[in-house]
């Protein structure tokens, strides 16, 4: 049970991060998500549904690593493509700066992340490439996950031609802080008085 609660938290927060602050803005986040935000801005597709398109290949080989792997990321691929398309009509309700919605869209992002990848689920491919490497090499995901989501926003750059795409850097960064704090600590207790 306190698996799926945090699933379904984490869940939320992911599709509250990019729903919005993310997609209004039309900026791109990294990972799975952020090569999903760029089809839908190419092709119109929704994220849920490329999400799951381009996590196929990835699972596989996570079938491959480690069974439980392959099934946590099912799990969390379900959860957030679902949740993420069920919390589009919260796209445009609130109207920030960009520096502030880049910030809150990445730090809410990195908790829906972070958490996941604590319980070894991940909500995408990239994010449960980087916890496979994680594990295998002892560097912290968040570490990973900046590198690759980096990649990925140079290319939506090259892509879009829109150089506020760079923008996107500092909601990467923000999502890569909340998973490494996150998943630096062996456990996190919540003392409630």
């Known amino acids: 049970m ?30 799975v998500f952020g090569v999903s935000l760029l089809i839908k801005y190419v092709w119109g597709v929704k994220v849920g549904h490329a999400m799951i398109m381009i996590n196929a290949p990835i699972y596989l080989l996570s079938l491959a690593y480690n069974r439980t792997y392959f099934i946590n990321a099912i799990l969390g691929l379900i959860f957030t493509s679902t949740i993420i398309d069920w919390l589009t009509p919260l796209n445009g309700i609130i109207h920030l700066p960009i520096i ?84 630096s600590f062996k456990s996190i207790n919540l003392y409630l008085r």
Not at 3 to 31: A, D, E, M, T, W
Not at 148 to 169: F, M, R
């Open 2 to 31: 306190k698996k799926f609660i945090i699933l379904l938290f984490s869940s939320v927060c992911i599709g509250i991060g990019l729903n919005i602050f993310i997609i209004p803005i039309h900026l791109i986040s990294g990972g």
């Open 100 to 183: 502030m919605s880049v910030i809150l869209g990445g730090l809410t992002m990195g908790v829906g992340v972070g958490f996941m990848l604590r319980l070894h689920i991940s909500p995408g491919g990239v994010d449960l490439l980087a916890l496979l490497i994680s594990k295998s090499t002892a560097i912290n995901p968040g570490v990973i996950i900046f590198i690759i989501d980096s990649l990925i926003i140079i290319v939506g750059i090259i892509v879009l031609k829109d150089l506020k795409l760079i923008y996107s850097l500092i909601t990467i960064s923000c999502v890569g802080i909340s998973v490494g704090l996150l998943n």
